[in-house]
């Protein structure tokens, strides 16, 4: 194992809750039917609490290389 710094498998905050394993989300007891990048940006967002995330990483965590990103995309 890679010393450094380990992320909880379930990330919350308030009534929010991702499992970062399974890739499903809850609000209170419902499911989130969230695609594939809402899954990522809303971890992504998580992760950084309470920090700020700048739009390159956004997009550079979101978007492959030879994918076109509009500038409304985010």
């Keep these: ?16 809750r991702l499992e970062t394993g399974s890739g499903q989300a809850w609000l209170s007891d419902e ?3 969230l695609g594939r990048r809402e899954f990522a940006l809303l971890r992504l967002l998580l992760e ?15 978007y492959t290389l030879d994918e076109a990103v509009s500038p409304n995309a985010l």
């Design 1 to 16: 194992r890679r010393p450094g710094q380990r992320h909880s498998p379930v990330l919350t905050h308030g009534v929010l």
């Design 31 to 33: 499911p989130l039917d």
């Design 48 to 62: 950084a609490m309470p920090g700020v995330v700048i739009r390159d990483v956004v997009q550079d965590r979101l």
